[in-house]
Nanobody, 117 residues
Framework: QVQLVESGGGLVQAGGSLRLSCAASGNIFSSNTVAWYRQAPGNQRELVADISSSGNTNYADSVKGRFTISRDNTRNMVYLQMNSLKPEDTAVYYC???????????WGQGTQVTVSL
């Protein structure tokens, strides 16, 4: 069983920065892809960034050059550094782990990010 707990959300002005963290329990973290998704009111949940077990990263076009995903397998942690935040980045951000052998996805409870003008 895997549990994911996000932290680091909050209210920030446009142009500011936040760093989200996700702590994972269990012993399968290091061998699986982890990701950050977000969901704004009235919108579908969308992929923000993911990072494979080997460290390959992938970003949504809307956040390229502004956000950086990283992981620390020794601590079972994944991070999302968000710079140059925009009001359209406002959403609940979710941590996700995709189990490689069957594609099953674990989700955290989410953390709210609000970017004001």
């Amino acid at each position: 069983q895997v549990q994911l707990v996000e932290s680091g959300g909050g209210l920030v002005q446009a142009g500011g920065s936040l760093r989200l963290s996700c702590a994972a329990s269990g012993n399968i973290f290091s061998s699986n892809t982890v990701a950050w998704y977000r969901q704004a009111p009235g919108n579908q949940r969308e992929l923000v960034a993911d990072i494979s077990s080997s460290g390959n990263t992938n970003y949504a076009d809307s956040v390229k050059g502004r956000f950086t995903i990283s992981r620390d397998n020794t601590r079972n942690m994944v991070y999302l550094q968000m710079n140059s935040l925009k009001p359209e980045d406002t959403a609940v951000y979710y941590c996700n782990l995709r189990r490689r052998y069957d594609g099953y996805r674990y989700w955290g409870q989410g953390t709210q990010v609000t970017v004001s003008l």
